[in-house]
């Protein structure tokens, strides 16, 4: 996996609550045996009208948010289901972090599995996020994942929280597996303890 | 000192901690289908790594499998292929799957159960969000990526940080008419979708003690709707006889002896959760959704709120987006809301007593005219057994299709979804906009509610029904 140490990029914005990976990622697109090519599919319903065309309306399809690396949304985040497809299409889009006050757990979780940043900010701190962009077309961010801070350009900066351990394998790139296989003579040692469990 | 449920189940699965880091813990049971895991299996093959215990991982066909009379040739040329991919994995990697031609066939959280695969204590994982299903049983069960489907096929662990408890305390005896589908729609209509994040949830209290196993699990079901990591319930007398003399629990003595573990699991008088919340049974009415996610919920005898009751403003503006998404006007009553289609399944309602429960509103009568109703079994074995029991013979008299098992319309990657603009009573977990078919519009309730619905076409209250109303185990 591609390491993770700093992203600066353009910030769009998704302003409503309870994104759902039903939302991220319709049902359609669950059928690819790949992980690749599901930007395609990303918000799909928001995106497209019924007669195909791109809707107007929708915040990623505005000019000023186009090349937008840095999506900030609003609380619970990637809610329902597991799909994994959700963290990948938005890679896939060019999203490589997703800034809200909360994010839903197996999204959250899904999302570092994939090299990307889901990044906790207070609510308050996401609303003067949202105020900013809306203010200022090409708003740029730089998130920092050494010192945990995000900066804007004008030098106003935001300090947030990840799990150490999470934040290693970001830093590193780390295969989870590999990481977990160093353990296998645990592994072989709880089995033999537990060999009567069906 | 005194363990939860949770703790004594976490510490007997830790392969591997230390401090600042999560811990590795074992899995007991890995169930697979066919959406979550391709890319799972294509990324083993790539690195050359086999599925370490064969043994614990089970396979089935459920999420996009067409509910039509089988066999059948699958028209949708991705979902054919997705199937045909699940079976050579299975194959190569020695894996079993219950194909469609398998009486075991079914939702994968309905049929973990049933054929005794579930067991207290254990540690279960699969991918897909309402594996917290299981939990109703005792065990901690929790649903998870693709990238941890191949961590967990590869080692048969994962790495978990430990997460915090949250007792769901409900008080009291529910009223006549009340469902677990009720219960839990009524909790996240309390807390909010993401009013258990972070959590695994202990649903405590004598409501849950009176209910069977199978109204535990649609309890547990929904747990994840409240953002919750799992959802349980302690193994007691009732899910020690339900699971007794099923396929893959030991048989004879050592089934007494595992039985005398599993009582052993329940949380120790005295015990302390991070957060305990209690609710009053008496409180509950059945519940209807009226918006785009669970925690959208009012009573049947309530009315469409207004926007403008909200205080917060992001809460309000979400409410404005779905009653626009809905076609719903503030203040209508739920009762007079018209419905298009009923649909009767899902891994949340689609077991032998919700499909008793909604046979017994509709014998004697009819569907709506305007109406189309299905009633989809979550599993071979619950059809068998409801034909057996002569239940699909009510619902085809009465006017609904009764299919083949599946997920069916709960997702809508099958053929079976709805059309833009429908509006459809159903018994599954989610209304998110598109959830059954873009543009179509869900409403959650109960299968008795759901059955009560498709008769009157539009909403109506269960408990001004005279049917027979069974709501617990004990009753």
Redesign the interface.
């Known amino acids: 996996m591609k390491p993770f140490v700093q992203h600066r990029g353009l910030v769009a914005p998704l302003d409503?609550?309870?994104v759902?990976t039903?939302?991220i990622i319709?049902?359609?697109f669950?059928?690819?045996?790949?992980?690749s090519g599901l930007g395609k599919g990303l918000f799909f319903?928001w995106r497209f009208l019924?007669s195909g065309a791109s809707n107007p309306d929708f915040a990623l399809n505005q000019p000023r948010y186009q090349g937008a690396s840095i999506l900030l949304a609003?609380?619970?985040f990637g809610?329902?289901?597991?799909?994994?497809h959700a963290?990948w299409a938005l890679k896939d889009y060019g999203f490589q972090v997703i800034i809200a006050p909360?994010f839903?757990?197996?999204f959250y979780?899904?999302c570092f599995?994939?090299g990307m940043l889901p990044l906790v900010l207070p609510a308050d701190q996401v609303e003067e996020l949202f105020q900013l962009v809306q203010a200022k077309p090409g708003t740029q961010l730089t998130v920092d994942l050494p010192s945990q801070t995000v900066r804007d350009d004008a030098g106003k900066s935001w300090s947030f929280e990840v799990?150490?351990?999470r934040k290693k394998c970001l830093l590193e790139g780390l295969d989870?597996?590999a990481?977990?296989?160093r353990?296998e003579a645990?592994?072989e040692q709880?089995?033999k303890a537990?060999a009567s469990?069906? | 000192m005194p363990k939860t449920l949770f703790e004594k189940i976490w510490q007997r699965h830790v392969v591997f901690s230390e401090p600042g880091r999560p811990s590795l813990l074992y899995i007991d049971l890995h169930l697979v289908h066919e959406v979550t895991s391709p890319q799972a299996f294509e990324a083993l093959r790539e690195t050359g790594r086999k599925v370490r215990r064969t043994d614990r991982t089970f396979a089935t066909l459920d999420h996009n499998v067409p509910t039509d009379p089988r066999p059948f040739k699958i028209l949708d040329a991705n979902s054919a292929k997705q199937i045909d991919v699940m079976r050579e994995n299975c194959r190569s990697f020695g894996i079993q799957l219950f194909d469609l031609d398998s009486p075991s066939q079914g939702i994968v959280h309905v049929i973990g159960p049933e054929l005794g695969l579930t067991q207290p204590g254990k540690t279960i994982v699969c991918g897909d969000s309402h594996t917290s299903t299981h939990g109703a049983f005792g065990a901690l069960a929790f649903g998870i990526g693709t990238s941890e489907v191949e961590h967990v096929l590869a080692t048969q662990c994962l790495w978990q940080s430990r997460p915090q408890t949250l007792e769901l305390r409900v008080e009291g005896t529910l009223r006549p008419g009340v469902t677990a589908k009720d219960v839990i729609l009524y909790i996240i209509g309390r807390i909010g979708t993401g009013g258990a994040t972070g959590y695994v949830v202990e649903y405590t209290g004598p409501v849950m003690r009176n209910l069977t196993m199978e109204q535990r699990m649609t309890v547990c079901n929904m747990s994840i709707e409240a953002g919750a990591r799992a959802g349980m319930i302690a193994p007691d007398q009732v899910t020690v006889d339900y699971l007794r003399g099923r396929k893959h629990v030991p048989q004879g003595a050592e089934f007494e002896k595992a039985a005398a573990d599993w009582l052993s699991l329940a949380s120790d008088a005295g015990a302390q959760y991070d957060k305990s919340l209690v609710f009053q049974a008496e409180d509950i009415a059945p519940q209807v959704s009226w918006g785009t996610n669970p925690g959208m919920v009012v009573d049947i005898n309530g009315r469409v709120p207004d926007p403008n009751a909200f205080s917060d403003p992001v809460e309000r503006r979400s409410a404005e987006m779905a009653l626009e998404y809905m076609g719903l006007k503030p203040g209508t009553p739920v009762q007079e809301i018209k419905l298009d289609r009923v649909f009767i399944g899902s891994c949340t309602n689609s077991r032998i007593e919700d499909l008793k429960a909604a046979a017994s509103v509709v014998r004697g009568r009819h569907v709506a005219p305007t109406v189309r109703a299905m009633v989809v079994p979550g599993s071979q074995q619950v059809k068998a057994e409801a034909e057996k029991l002569g239940l699909d013979r009510i619902f085809r008299e009465a006017g609904f299709e009764w299919r083949e098992s599946g997920c069916s319309m709960c997702l809508g990657m099958n053929p079976d979804t709805l059309s833009p603009g429908e509006r459809c009573a159903s018994t599954s977990n989610r209304n998110f906009e598109g959830r059954q078919g873009k543009g179509g519009r869900t409403h959650l309730v109960s299968p008795t509610m759901a059955a009560a619905a498709a008769v009157s076409g539009h909403f109506v209250d269960i408990r001004d029904w005279d049917v027979p109303v069974a709501t617990g185990a004990s009753q």
């Open positions: 409503r609550p309870n759902d039903d939302q319709p049902k359609q669950l059928k690819a045996i790949l992980r319903d019924a609003r609380d619970n809610c329902g289901s597991s799909r994994e963290p909360s839903a757990d197996i979780n899904n599995k994939n799990d150490s351990f989870d597996i990481l977990t296989l353990h645990e592994i709880y089995e537990h469990v069906a």
